[in-house]
């Protein structure tokens, strides 16, 4: 490029960079700049904060320039230069597929030590509980999410309903009449499942946004029932003293017959920790399993018939009454082991647990890992949920936006901006090449922009 060039690319990016930061500032003022707090004589009264405001708009300009300057000639260059033959990529995808999954399954398996030597044995505790389980729990999640959004088609707001139904049943039945977790893990996800059924009964011939709604309803329904039925669910208050999961019967208690006392150890939470976190992994990874063997099944091909054209679906003689409820029943009873486990793990469970936030959370994982996609759902659970605890961690923020700056409530902001982003780069989400679950011959993924043509990634690469 010559000088000239180089001066006017300059000097319209450092304009747009500018116009950004003003849009940027009209557009967080009242959301950043602007705060109501109430003083000691209960006046309501408007404080201001320039400098957080400022922050984000430079950081905001800042992220524009670098764009504009290395970003967007990047992407010029790279559309200009030829692609990769056929060849090469075919050659590299079954090499990438073959040992990505192991690898990961790997590292998930020895993340506990791996926290242990680099974070010590008690720092240990927050990066194993706060990242490595609260993470496999959405995984969970959203594996089960992904049965019904992604494989059957049916949008589903109130997801969170099933969640809560495990947790309450394992915190209730547990409680009054002391049963094991593992004999109650089981009953949460069976009592989930029925409640998934009855879910899809009133919702068989709806679809869309009616479908969305209802779903929606259905999740505040639940939520306003464990408010207000205070006789059972303790309103508010929650439920409390739920107990622990144990080793074999050996509880994890600082007592003569826990677990460090019986094997010689001293007594540490990191036990309890590592022990709920291969729990729940086991949960996850059978939950992958099962979706992964259910999708090669006459049942797991309907949801993918009934997902692209319910029409075709009926004219194949495929009963979607009975592919609907399926969906439901078996998305919901994941999220009531998912729950059952939620209510062990912490101890303690409230309505305040189970809010429509947690279904967009979940659906978000879903949509943004790519509909239908197992490995788009763990990376995007990933992302998301290790983003928010990794909020948690950065305080040096505060020298920037202010002593008073809280990152982890910005946590949504940052959501929405990823949305917006991933939307744009890619719609279809993270990994949104589909391969087939039957082949003739040869397995070959459909391309994303070609799944309404049906067109494979090797006629789309010629």
């Known amino acids: 490029m010559s000088a000239p060039a180089a001066r006017a690319a300059l000097r319209a990016a450092i304009m747009d960079a500018g116009l950004t930061a003003v849009l940027a500032f009209f557009l967080l003022l009242p959301l950043i700049g602007f705060r109501t707090v109430q003083n000691i004589r209960n006046e309501i009264v408007l404080e201001t904060r320039w400098q957080m405001l400022f922050g984000f708009v430079a950081m905001a300009a800042t992220g524009r320039l670098f764009y504009s300057l290395v970003i967007a000639p990047w992407r010029e ?3 200009t230069q030829a692609r990769p033959p056929a060849a090469t990529v075919a050659r590299l995808r079954p090499i990438l597929a073959r040992w990505f999954a192991p690898f990961c399954i790997g590292f998930v398996l020895v993340y506990p030590a791996l926290s242990i030597g680099l974070a010590g044995f008690q720092g240990s505790v927050k990066w194993i509980d706060n990242f490595g389980i609260q993470i496999l729990i959405y995984v969970m999640l959203g594996l089960g999410l992904n049965i019904v959004v992604g494989l059957a088609g049916l949008l589903d707001l109130g997801y969170v309903a099933f969640y809560a139904v495990g947790a309450y049943s394992y915190a209730l039945l547990a409680k009054t009449f002391g049963f094991s977790f593992f004999m109650l893990l089981p009953l949460a996800g069976c009592l989930a499942a029925f409640w998934g059924i009855l879910l899809g009964f009133p919702v068989l011939r709806l679809r869309g946004d009616y479908l969305a709604i209802v779903t929606l309803a259905f999740g505040e329904i639940i939520r306003l029932v464990l408010i207000n039925w205070v006789d059972l669910t303790n309103g508010y208050a929650g439920i409390s003293g739920i107990p622990r999961p144990a080793f074999f019967g050996i509880p994890f208690t600082a007592d ?27 949960l996850a990874l059978l939950t992958a399993f099962v979706t992964i063997r259910l999708r090669r099944l006459p049942i797991g091909r309907a949801w993918e018939a009934l997902r692209e054209d319910e029409i075709a679906c009926r004219s194949l003689g495929i009963n979607t009454t009975n592919t609907k409820l399926t969906a439901f029943a078996i998305g919901a009873m994941f999220a009531g082991f998912a729950g059952s486990f939620f209510a062990a793990r912490q101890g303690f469970i409230s309505p305040e647990s189970f809010t429509f936030l947690e279904s967009a959370t979940i659906l978000a994982i879903v949509v943004l890992g790519g509909l239908g996609s197992q490995v788009g759902v763990a990376i995007a659970a990933i992302v998301m949920i290790g983003g928010t605890e990794l909020l948690r961690e950065l305080d ?10 809280d990152p982890t409530q910005y946590r949504m902001l940052v959501f929405g901006f990823a949305m917006v982003a991933i939307m744009v780069w890619r719609p279809r989400g993270l990994i949104s090449a589909r391969a087939p679950s039957l082949f003739l011959r040869e397995r070959e993924a459909i391309a994303a922009g070609a799944t309404e043509k049906g067109r494979s990634l090797r006629e789309e690469n010629p």
Do not use: H, M, N, Q
């Open 396 to 405: 040096a923020l505060k020298a920037v936006f202010g002593p008073d700056f």
């Open 77 to 79: 260059r790279r559309a």
């Open 256 to 282: 003569d017959d826990g677990f460090a006392a019986t094997f010689g150890l001293e007594f540490s939470p990191l036990y309890r920790t590592i022990f709920l976190y291969y729990l729940i992994l086991g």
